[in-house]
């Protein structure tokens, strides 16, 4: 009975702690199979869209006259962008891309969720900096550094012993017995 009662206790804990997070990697899961599914259909706002030209000199690379599909994501500036087509013609590659607004939207709330874990609230930041600053002006904090050696000179002892040389020497060729 108090194995159960502790179980079900650490799994609400468990819930508790890691339960939202992980609606919220659901989320990011649901959003980017949508954005896939949309940007294959070709099925994208225009109005989040940007084109991004890129001077590449690729020898013996024809030109494209259509743009083909590509995949790939990345990030500038806070902002997450899809990319979903590109073309290579007279030795630049325009690659158009998608922002995620969605994304953008999931993480923010992720952000507050992770804040209330906290204990300060935004407002308490200038208070606490001021506070801070102005202990390390009256609380006397000193260290000092010793050193072993006086600059780069070091000690270096030699061994200057008598080498007593015992020559063993065994013959590398050995003689066959002589016939007689």
């Keep these: 009975m108090k194995r159960t009662i502790a179980i ?12 939202y997070y992980g609606v919220f990697l659901g989320l990011h899961y649901q959003n980017n199979l949508a954005m896939s599914t ?5 099925v994208y706002d225009e109005s989040n869209s940007i084109t991004l030209k890129v001077a590449v000199s690729i020898p013996y690379m024809p030109d494209q006259t259509d743009f083909e599909r ?7 500036n806070g902002e997450l962008y899809w990319m979903v087509k590109q073309k290579y013609a007279k030795d630049t590659l325009t690659v158009v891309c998608v922002k995620d607004t969605e994304r953008k939207k999931i993480d923010l709330v992720l952000a507050d969720y992770v804040k209330t874990f906290t204990d300060k609230t ?3 930041k200038s208070s606490s ?7 390390k002006d009256y609380l006397p904090i000193s260290f000092s550094i010793k050193s072993d050696t ?7 002892i030699h061994n200057v012993g008598q080498q007593n040389l015992i020559p063993t020497f065994a013959a590398s ?8």
Aim: hydrophobic content about 50%.
């Design 8 to 19: 079900a206790l650490v799994l609400i804990l468990l819930l508790n702690t890691m339960g």
């Design 173 to 180: 060729i050995i003689h066959p017995p002589e016939q007689a």
């Design 70 to 76: 590509v995949s790939g994501q990345f990030e500038h």
């Design 129 to 135: 900096k001021i506070a801070i600053s102005f202990l």
């Design 38 to 42: 949309a940007l294959n259909a070709d």
């Design 122 to 124: 935004t407002d308490n």
């Design 150 to 156: 006086h600059g780069w000179a070091s000690r270096v």
